[in-house]
Structures are given as C-alpha cells and as structure tokens.
C-alpha cells in the first residue's frame, strides 16, 4: 500500500529541489503540499493519504496522526541521516550540497 521509505528517498529530494532547494513540506506549491506531491507520484489512494494512526505519547496522552505525512517525514530524517537533507530552522526542509549532488545524479538518470 505504502511505498518504502527508501523508494521515498529520490522523489523527495527531487520534490525539494522543484522548490527551490528549501521548502516547508506542508506549504502549497502550485496547489500542493510535498506531502501530496509524493502521494500523486506513489499513486496513493484518497483512503491511504487519509489514513490515521494513534501515537501514546504519555499516560492517557493519545493523539490521531496522519500515517502517509508521519512516513514522508521518516524518510526526510533517514535523508538528514545521510546529510543529503538539512533543516536549518523548525519545519524547514533545505537541501545540503550532497543532496543537490544526489539531485544532478538522479536527473541524469531519468533524462537517459
């Protein structure tokens, strides 16, 4: 249903990069989010972006959540990781020099 968060990695970076290299995930670029972006890329039905789960952060303290924003953020912590993702200030998402290399790369690859 969902894709791996490693399948996640290249469309995400690429996504970034469209924007200009540093973006807020939730904000509408060309009406969508970089949440709905991927979701279109990954062909994910309306039922699967809607789909919550509970996170039990406490005693009695338990919350819905989205699962498909929660698995692209994930991914953008696994990318930080890697340092191909940086987030310079709360709810930033910019692109390092690696990750503008691993961009070039994978253009390179699709445009063959």
């Known amino acids: 249903m969902y894709p791996k968060y490693d399948d996640t990695h290249a469309p995400l970076l690429c996504e970034i990069a469209r924007r200009g290299g540093r973006c807020r995930p939730s904000e509408r670029v060309n009406g969508l989010t970089v949440y709905e972006v991927l979701a ?3 062909q994910l039905s309306p039922e699967a972006q809607q789909r919550q789960f509970t996170v ?10 989205w699962l498909w924003p929660y698995r692209v953020r994930w991914a953008k912590d696994q990318l930080q990781r890697l340092g191909l993702i940086e987030s310079p200030a709360r709810g930033i998402w910019a692109l390092t ?3 503008w290399q691993a961009v070039r790369r994978l253009n390179g690859e699709n445009a063959r």
Not at 57 to 65: D, I, L, T, V
């Open 40 to 42: 279109h890329h990954f």
């Open 56 to 65: 039990i952060s406490g005693p009695n303290q338990h919350r819905a959540q």
């Open 97 to 99: 020099d690696r990750g």
